[in-house]
């Protein structure tokens, strides 16, 4: 009996010792989770209760997105299925606390965009739930979230080549999965305009003829209409659009639909500028933005400011601009520049907006109050430096490892690579490393990531899928959870599920699985 004992309590020790706590399936993962042993079994029929009809439209959206899975009926009880709290104290972070116990789950937060990220977390949960006997197991456990940083986005360059209203919103939703925040949409390039503007309609008419591979395409844009539509539809997922109108370069398509406002080019840039002398540009460009402005409710408008000396020749001989250098002593071309820049940043401060420009803006000396830098030449680390060191707030987006227009694997033809460097999606996972220069000592001025998806080679929406997932999901967590939370090879595993999951939305994603199921589609 002794003996018999003995072996009862070795068996019940090794079984205890062996028990796994259950695997978590969630990207991005939380800051804090702690599991409990057992499982929550739900029927796909579900009872849901908010303690505020603030949270109304949070619920409206979370039905819909879930309505494949669950059917959510709304109920006046605590003791409901799902249990939606908003706190007293309220907040407008994006920090949320979520339980789930035998009996149900419960979020709270300080602001309905808090309740909003605890859904997307329970909506991963029932994703990626095991079934047992036709219910959901999902686990018992208790998460404490908030993000490592407040801005997580991807930028879509639509000039090079134009996505379409149902791709945006399919990225809205898969954005909202993953817990972005941000979408900078990059409508006006060089190779075509894609913005309506009632006071100039030459702009979509002329300018948005063409894209990078087809000067001669049929115009594409955006009606004023659809990018309401699109505007709503991010706001519903607390995603903010912020519009991005280049200039004084990459104006091609803009100075094709108005030429009287091109300040010119150079000859493998021709009409890349808009006028900094002619004093009607400014006045041309400020009616544009104030439009811009009354369709987008964010307080960023982006100006571009990137890659004018591509093709500001013209302006050594123009006579609008030889006669503002003279007035204004301006000695050189990066002076005019800078001119123009100022001149444009005060236009938008009028609007109540804030300026974001690529990281070239540091030399025009803006207002740190009233600019935001985005550092994207990873290979001029300098220019983090100055901008960190002259106190503007910077958005991380270096070319290498957060340009999605680069390769993701040496066997890819399509794409860019710098110096044989590419964008796997390992480096962009482990980015950004404490080593960055100015980072750690100036975290304070670090507003958060974004992934940058230029288009030049990208000509169609099978090849933007490619380029861009499963990356995306990397970066999300490389913005959302903190760095000792983060694990290479635990990612990999629950990127897996993920990837089944953008496989039933028909996304035709580059699977670093298995290389080979997925062929790089055709490129430029």
Known sequence: MKYLNLLVLTVLIACSTNRQPPKINLIPLPNKIETESGSLKLKNKITLYANNEVLTPVVS???SEVKS??????????????????SDKKNNNDSYFLKSTKKGIQISAGSPKGIYYGLQTVRQLFLFAEKEDGKFVLPLLTITDSPRFSWRGLMLDESRHFSGVEKVKQLLDLMALHKLNIFHWHLTDAPGWRIEIKSYPKLTTVGGIGNHTNPDAQAQFYTQTEIEEIIKYAADRFIEVIPEIDMPGHASAANRAYPEFSGGGSKSHPNF??????????????AILREV???FPSKYIHLGGDEVHFGNAAWNTDKYVLSLMKREKLKTLKEVESYFVNRMA????TLNRTVIGWDEIVDHKLSNKNSVVMWWRHDKPEKLEAALSNNYNVILCPRIPLYFDFVQNASHKCGRKWGGKFVTLELTYSFPPDSLPGFKQNINLIKGLQADVCTEQIQNNKRLDFMTWPRLSAMSEAGWTNNENKNIDDFKRRLKPMLNYLSSKNVYFYNPFYPNQTPE????
């Open 273 to 286: 500028t808009f006028n900094p002398g002619n004093e009607k540009t400014y006045t041309y460009l400020t």
């Open 521 to 524: 589609p055709e490129g430029i």
């Open 61 to 63: 959206q979370f039905k």
């Open 69 to 86: 899975l669950v059917s959510v009926e709304i109920v006046n009880s605590e003791k409901a299925t799902l249990f939606l709290k908003l």
């Open 293 to 295: 402005a009354s369709l």
């Open 346 to 349: 005060d236009s938008i401060k």
